[in-house]
């Protein structure tokens, strides 16, 4: 008689927006992963679940991290608790696959690594960027040489974001940073994977533009150095 092997399930935490594309594209991988969802509040979990063909939900990380057939959590939560969840969730046996930013201080992100290596379980933060088609290409110009030898990095971003005041992307405290956290993590991850991994020095400058209010833009002094 064939033993039918246990689907792998994840369960995603956080039902907002980027939870969203997580489903859809979990989604995409069945008949080899299920779903589940896991939030404050188990009514929105239910919504979520509902509308995904999710397995069951949660009503908090806790009940999830606790579940014994939970094999991974995806961690959509704020900044803030990527670490103190990711550390929870690998001492409890699951994997973790852990938005962006992976932490919001160096020191909680090596404790999230040797966390990973005790539990010996994997943790992958969701760096998607560095898989984009033109990612792709100019890293694979880098590794033939056909761009020579790579002295310095340089990426423009312009975008527009506009925060409810009530969004924990605007309370400092939950964010764990500003623009540069957020969206311009992803350009650090790119430069790095362009650069093979090695960045002796990075910094940036961030210009704020508020032509819609005042008709004026504020850039700041000077960059903002990183070791």
Known sequence: MSQVSKKMEVCIVGCGHIATTHARVLGRLDPDVEISFASRSLARAKVFAGRYGGRRAFGSFEEA???????????ATPNCLHAPQACQA??????????????????????MNRRAAAAGKHLLVAENHRFRPSVRAIEALVERGDLGVLKRIRINVMGRTALAPGDWRAQAESMGGGPFIDGGIHRVNVMLTYGGGGARHVSFVLEAHRAAESGESRRLPRPADLP
């Open 90 to 111: 690998l001492d409890a046996g699951k994997h973790v696959v852990v938005e962006k930013p992976m932490a919001t201080t160096i020191e909680d992100a090596v404790e």
């Open 65 to 75: 991290a606790d579940a014994r057939d939970v094999d991974c959590v995806l961690l």
